[in-house]
């Protein structure tokens, strides 16, 4: 399975991003996708997940009400809209699937690249 990881940028406090992420390789509605993020310093972390239907969306408390996660299974491709982007926001964005939606980074099987998302106060 691959996944690409595209859409980061720099952007000011209040602003919106969008990323995206393309999987191939293998049928993508198996897996559930996930978006981590990882500021320098600081260990990997979960942002928000979501079922292999979309019905079930998980977020962190962090991100809650100003991050949405959404993925079309006919494009193959999850996104993550983050809307309210903060500075504490600024990190590089991960993507990646596993078969089960959780919260542990190291559960999962397959990674994208990273895009790097930077938030200007």
């Known amino acids: 399975v691959q996944l690409q990881a595209s859409g980061g940028g720099l952007v000011q406090a209040g602003g919106s991003l969008r990323l995206s992420c393309a999987v191939s390789?293998?049928?993508?509605?198996?897996?559930?996708m996930g978006w981590f993020r990882q500021a320098p310093g600081k260990e990997r972390e979960f942002v928000a997940g979501i079922s292999r239907s979309g019905a079930t969306t998980d977020y962190a408390d962090s991100v809650k009400g100003r991050f949405t996660i959404s993925r079309d299974n006919a494009k193959s491709t999850v996104y993550l809209q983050m809307n309210s982007l903060e500075p504490e926001d600024t990190a590089v964005y991960y993507c990646?699937?596993?078969?089960?939606?959780?919260?542990?980074?190291?559960?999962?099987?397959?990674w994208g690249q990273g895009t790097q998302v930077t938030v200007s106060s």
């Open positions: 990646a699937a596993d078969p089960i939606l959780r919260r542990i980074a190291t559960w999962y099987d397959y």
């Open positions: 390789g293998r049928t993508f509605s198996s897996y559930c």
